[in-house]
């Protein structure tokens, strides 16, 4: 009870659930769904935490975190699929896709996030998105049904930073990818070059949620901020990052209310000098 969520959050903030519950396997997750429901209890699954900000007073109702029959995978070099669990991380899924000499997901290479988590929002980077590369995703509904979602035929309902699980109340469980056969030397080299560039650019040595805001149309957030002489800006503990602009950062304490002050400052600055209103990319809980 009442137990810190900030420990599972990428950004290290926010205050606590009511209560926060490990569910190994499917069957685990179907019951705690249903205890949940019947006790007319809020649920949220966390993944590895990123791409969201829990508010300082914490989040009422029950987290569930999902456990180690969510984080196997299997990689068949003949057919080029790849079938893992929804905990698995993003890093996880390349590299058996690596091993098994499967291209397609280097650019997901080192983004901060669980393969439930991409689905759900649809996550992408350097010109590369998860709705392209994935064939079919295994869920349970509020009611603790099994389903299966053909995203082949669903395509047309991923779109930037978003997907057919988003706000539904779905929880997604497993997925499957379509890869193509590649050579493994090359596929490596694609791999730690997007890692360098990481690295190099963004600032993983802090504590954030990833990028801030979602992309404008024609344009980069991180460019407009910077261009408005925003880097290093920081309300309390939180700060425009001075290596990436389009990254808050958690220097040191910072409070989710911090984060939220920031975000406003940055767009209300951004709106005046440039008429473009940003869109937080950040999910906010609580």
């Known amino acids: 009870m009442n137990a810190p969520l900030a420990p599972h959050t990428t950004f290290k903030i926010g205050g606590p659930c009511d209560a926060l519950v490990k569910v190994a396997n499917y069957d685990m997750l179907k019951k705690a769904l249903l205890f949940c429901k019947e006790n007319r209890l809020p649920y949220r699954i966390f993944g590895n935490g990123s791409n969201i900000l829990v508010r300082d007073e914490g989040v009422r109702g029950v987290v569930l975190l999902l456990g180690k029959d969510f984080a196997l995978t ?10 893992c669990g929804a905990g698995v991380s993003l890093t996880a899924l390349c590299l058996a896709a690596r091993d098994a000499s499967l291209t397609g997901l280097e650019f997901a290479y080192g983004i901060p996030g669980t393969v439930g988590g991409a689905i759900y929002m649809n996550a992408g980077a350097y010109d590369g998105e998860i709705a392209n590369r994935l064939h079919s995703c295994d869920y349970l509904d509020g009611n603790g049904n099994y389903a299966e979602l053909d995203c082949l035929k669903e395509r047309e309902n991923f779109s930037y930073r978003k997907s057919p699980f988003t706000g539904s ?45 979602k992309r404008p149309e024609g344009g980069y957030a991180s460019r407009l901020i910077d261009v408005c002489g925003l880097k290093g800006f920081s309300v309390g503990g939180a700060q425009v990052s001075e290596k990436h602009a389009g990254f808050i950062i958690n220097k040191g304490g910072a409070t989710c209310s911090d984060v939220l002050k920031l975000i406003e400052a940055v767009k209300e600055r951004v709106f005046k000098e440039t008429g473009i209103m940003l869109e937080r990319e950040v999910e906010v809980l609580g």
Request: hydrophobic content about 40%; proline content about 4%.
């Open 169 to 213: 109340g779905k929880i997604i469980v497993s997925a499957e990818f379509q890869l193509s056969k590649g050579d493994k030397a090359q596929i490596t080299a694609k791999m730690d070059d997007f890692m360098n560039r990481r690295r190099e650019k963004q600032p993983l040595e802090f504590p954030s949620a990833g990028s801030t805001f």
């Open 74 to 83: 299997a990689a068949d070099e003949k057919s080029g699929f790849v079938v």
